[in-house]
């Protein structure tokens, strides 16, 4: 088989027949594909819309037999946070079990971040594989694959897929990684999304009480604050209508009192264990000034 499903926003690393229509740095720079990529890299990659199980549906309806794969952010981070719904969520599984087709859940960003088993835990869907890298590294450099027994024999040195890397096992990575899981535990996800939740709520309703158009999309210790007049925001299409230059105004002010944001309205904040309810409060007041700086530009 050789068509592989991605979805509109999503973002799986720089590999050529994934560099179609994706999120993050792509997406801030309104590039609908890499430089460089031929057309024969991304002639077998089927790129639906995120959040919409009836595409999957009729993908599957028409090139069922030819799909290898199905890869997704089970919680789109590269597009800013955009959730899941539950019946797309299950579509996918549904289909790719129907067919014998891979479900990979791309969880990079969300693996031991949602929570201690990842988005899968939060949705109750067991993937076939899973990508994980960032807080399994502890802040090292790091990447994982894992999944069904009879898919990973497939790999070198078991199997006849080669997979090798030069930092592969690296001893540094290895040690930070796991020191940092064995920081975690229930009170680690209990806390942050204490602390999260304060944050979304009050930063919501400072910059809404200003007369600002903003909606918020957050799962566990991640969020978005998108600048936008529609009510919500469930996939890439949603993404594209937000005020971007609201944004460049909201973070360029941020910066100016001390708070930090991701530098583009297609990222995502990440909360951690080091923020505390004083740096919260801190935060939301530097909203509010912000807030009182730019509430007449949301009107123009």
């Known amino acids: 088989r050789k068509k592989i499903i991605m979805f509109e926003g999503c973002y799986h690393g720089h590999v050529d027949y994934l560099l179609t229509k994706a999120g993050s740095g792509l997406a801030t720079y309104s590039i609908p594909k890499s430089a460089g990529i031929p057309e024969e890299a991304v002639m077998h990659t089927i790129t639906l819309s995120y959040n919409k199980p009836e595409e999957v549906r009729e993908a ?3 090139h069922g037999g030819e799909i290898a794969a199905v890869i997704v952010e089970p919680i789109a981070g590269n597009m800013g946070v955009v959730k899941p719904k539950k019946e797309f969520i299950q579509v996918l599984r549904e289909e790719t079990e129907k067919h014998d087709s891979l479900l990979i859940f791309d969880e990079v960003i969300t693996g031991f971040r949602v929570a201690y088993g990842g988005a899968q835990h939060l949705y109750s869907i067991t993937p076939d594989l899973t990508c994980l890298g960032k807080v399994i590294g502890g802040g090292l450099p790091i990447g994982a694959v894992g999944g069904r027994g009879d898919v990973m024999d497939k790999l070198s040195p078991l199997g006849s897929v080669y997979q090798a890397g030069t930092f592969s096992g690296n001893p540094l990575s290895m040690t930070a990684g796991l020191a ?3 920081q975690l535990s229930p009170q680690t996800y ?3 999304e204490e602390i999260s939740k304060l944050l979304e709520e009050k930063t919501i309703t400072t910059l809404r009480e200003y007369g600002i158009n903003v909606a918020a999309n957050r799962v566990g210790s991640m969020m978005t604050f998108f600048f936008t007049k529609d ?4 996939d890439y299409s949603d993404v594209q209508r937000c005020d971007r230059s609201l ?6 002010s941020m910066m100016s009192r001390g708070v930090l944001l991701p530098p583009s309205q297609f990222e ?3 909360l951690t264990l080091t923020h505390s309810r004083d740096v919260i ?3 939301v ?3 509010k000034e912000t807030a009182e700086e730019i509430g007449g530009d949301s009107h123009e």
Request: net charge positive.
């Open 60 to 62: 599957f309806k028409k």
């Open 180 to 182: 940092t899981l064995q």
């Open 190 to 192: 209990e806390k942050l």
């Open 231 to 234: 009510e919500s925001v469930q």
């Open 247 to 252: 944004f460049a105004k909201f973070f360029r």
């Open 268 to 270: 995502s904040i990440f």
């Open 281 to 283: 409060h801190e935060v």
């Open 285 to 287: 007041e530097a909203v």
